[in-house]
């Protein structure tokens, strides 16, 4: 008798396709359906995944939730300057979603089990798993449960004639979103092997970028970028676009050495052209409207936040009222930022604000309205008390 059904999350990749076999052979599952779900990846993938979930599994279903991860998750993350040890969130952000709709299959389904492709490595699994385990969902994941390597995946994916992407002499594991790409698996675990031209698809090489400089305006309003070179477009519209036009200068290449929340330390690759851009042009046009106190404070926010978000916990009590804060400081953060990229760099070169507390008046050398003597009486007891500890060694 067998186990009934299983909703599987479903990428197309070689951990979810041998799935769709495991889930009947070692674990007796009758139907295994399988849940693609797009959030912004190449449209040739999400077609692989449709048109392999419909050969190999009993029924399966393709989700497009490409705006609603823009709306929901990306453009929060631009708000609180979202990145986690240096790099752009981007698989970390996408995955509660993706689990979220796979709970509602489930529930259309009537299934009270779920199943995911995750090894007991990673963050995947602990990012999944909140999400499932909060609806009240059965989980399987065998790659961990099992214990799996990819070297015995892909035998078995050829012995059960399941069509997989990777070879043995190139396994490596892409995730890609709208907003960033991730490279990992086979020879980039060595963290001084240095990785071949081959594995990035979103940048040029910065040796290969043009020798000419790119130049780029974009505008926001309250922390939302709404603009790309005075043109509006969409969220989604937009990242897309500068996506294509910052990998074309070798913007927004990271490799580095990641602490995952298991404790791991694991050599991963990513691409985020348009995150690179937009992450940096925000963060600019906030020193211009924001008061020093509000950049101090709303600093400590958003690593809480990021730290928060990169673990998947975004049901979190905390994350939500850090996320109220953020909205709160984003009230004036309106204008545009004029950047330059060249070769794998981005540099801000003017910026422009309706609500900015800078004064050309004020600050500058030639004007008078500041009585300069009124500063005396500030400077007097500037670093007082450290004045009085150096009196007292003497």
């Known amino acids: 008798m067998g ?9 197309g990749g070689l951990d979810t396709s041998i799935c769709v076999p495991l889930l009947k052979e070692q674990y007796g599952y009758d139907t295994v359906i399988t849940v693609a779900v797009d959030v912004g990846q190449p449209e040739k993938d999400i077609r692989m995944a449709t048109e392999k979930g419909n050969l190999i599994a009993d029924k399966h279903y393709t989700i497009d939730i490409k705006e609603r991860f823009v709306t929901e998750q990306i453009i929060p993350s631009i708000k609180a300057n979202g990145s986690y040890e240096g790099y ?13 709709e796979i709970v509602k299959i489930a529930k259309a389904e009537g ?7 995750c ?3 990673g963050n995947d699994q602990l990012r999944f798993d909140f999400v499932f385990r909060k609806a009240g969902l059965t989980i399987i994941a ?12 892909m035998d078995y994916a050829e012995k059960h004639g399941v069509p997989i992407s990777v070879a043995k002499d190139k396994p490596y594991s892409v995730d890609e979103n709208c907003w960033s790409r991730s490279i990992e698996g086979g020879k980039l675990e060595d963290p001084a092997f240095h990785p071949p031209e081959e594995i990035y698809g979103w940048t040029v090489s910065p040796m290969e970028a043009p020798d000419e400089p790119r130049n780029l305006v974009i505008g926001f309003e309250k922390g939302v970028p709404v603009s790309l070179d005075g043109e509006r477009l969409g969220g989604y519209a937009l990242i897309r676009k500068l996506n294509e036009i910052a990998g074309a200068c070798g913007v927004g290449r990271n490799d580095m050495i990641e602490d995952r929340i ?5 050599r991963e690759i990513y691409e985020h052209p348009a995150a690179t851009v937009l992450l940096k042009a925000h963060a600019d046009l906030e020193h211009l409207v ?24 975004i049901e979190e009590p905390l994350f939500k009222a850090l996320t109220a804060f953020v909205d709160t400081t984003q009230e004036r953060v309106s204008g545009t930022v004029d950047l330059v990229l060249y070769k794998g760099c981005v540099t801000v ?26 500063a005396g009486g500030f400077s007097a007891y500037y670093g007082f008390q450290a004045r009085l500890v150096a009196q007292l060694k003497k």
């Open 3 to 11: 186990k009934g059904t299983v909703i599987l999350a479903f990428s």
């Open 88 to 100: 752009p969130m981007g698989t970390a952000l996408a995955r509660p979603l993706i689990a979220e």
């Open 111 to 117: 299934a009270t089990t779920v199943a995911h492709g």
């Open 119 to 121: 090894t007991g490595k």
């Open 142 to 153: 065998p790659m961990r449960e099992m214990n799996l390597t990819r070297e015995w995946e």
């Open 262 to 266: 298991l404790g791991l330390k694991a």
């Open 290 to 313: 924001l008061t020093r106190q509000e950049l101090a404070f709303k600093s400590i926010v958003d690593d809480k936040w990021s730290e928060l978000g990169y673990m998947g916990l």
């Open 349 to 374: 070169v003017g910026r422009s604000a309706p609500q900015a507390i800078y004064s050309n008046d004020l600050v500058s050398f030639e004007s008078t309205t500041i009585d300069q003597n009124d």
